[in-house]
């Protein structure tokens, strides 16, 4: 089934612990994304791709990184992690050749920091 | 600073019709989206307008008017299932999106 989709679903993490949040998609996309959700907050984009061996920041980038080896995948690291960290992540992706195309979102990822 | 208003959450019946405003402050603009968003779920493309006018589609329709930095959703014949959150995003002049908080829409019987 053609999407995108994110690992794992939800995850209880010790503070100063390292976590990577997985993202695939198989759309052929060039942009991909990470969003974090928090209540009464915007989506808050966190890193960005536009295409496969680039990244670029985002608006919340800090105590995050990403990379892009390849045009499927964009995984989201913590290096260590605090309990600020507590949020829904969401992964997105769409064609960066065309700014009005939709994105499409994975799942999200229920991250609590403790 | 870019700034998304939407009013945080609005009630409404079943069969109803519903209008969900969004104004927007932004460096730039390269089209407005709409998205609705389940509890727990996935964001889901609704729409997307870049000039001024109304875009209808189905029972849902869109309103952008740039000069007033301004859009609204427009629900018609509203069903249960239609209970959720819906998100207003511009896109800026570096086409990042920028989004609103979301207005939780309740729908009563």
């Known amino acids: ?114 | 600073g870019q700034n998304i208003d939407q009013p945080t959450e609005m009630t409404a019946t079943e069969g109803a019709i519903v209008q969900i405003n969004c104004t927007y402050q932004t460096s730039g603009f390269n089209g407005l989206f709409w998205y609705q968003q389940h509890a727990g779920e996935a964001p889901t493309f609704l729409s997307y307008n870049v000039l001024d006018g109304l875009e209808e589609k189905g029972r849902f329709s869109s309103f952008l008017s740039r000069s007033k930095g301004y859009s609204y959703l427009l629900l018609k014949e509203l069903q249960m299932k239609d209970s959720a959150s819906y998100l207003c995003a511009v896109l800026d002049s570096n086409y990042q999106l920028i989004w609103g908080a979301g207005t939780k829409l309740i729908i009563k019987p």
Request: glycine fraction near 10%; proline fraction near 4%.
């Open chain 1, 1 to 114: 089934i053609a999407g995108i989709t994110q690992a794992p679903t939800s995850q209880i993490l010790a503070a100063g612990r390292r976590m990577t949040l997985r993202c695939t998609q198989d759309m052929r996309h060039n942009a991909m994304y990470w969003y974090r959700q928090d209540l009464g907050l915007g989506l808050r984009l966190i890193h960005y791709s536009n295409t496969a061996g680039t990244t670029g920041k985002g608006e919340v980038p800090d105590g995050y990184s990403v990379s892009r080896a390849n045009t499927d995948d964009f995984p989201l690291t913590l290096a260590s992690a605090v309990p600020s960290q507590t949020s829904v992540y969401f992964c997105a992706s769409s064609d960066s050749g065309d700014p009005s195309t939709e994105a499409f979102f994975g799942q999200g990822t229920r991250l609590t920091v403790v």
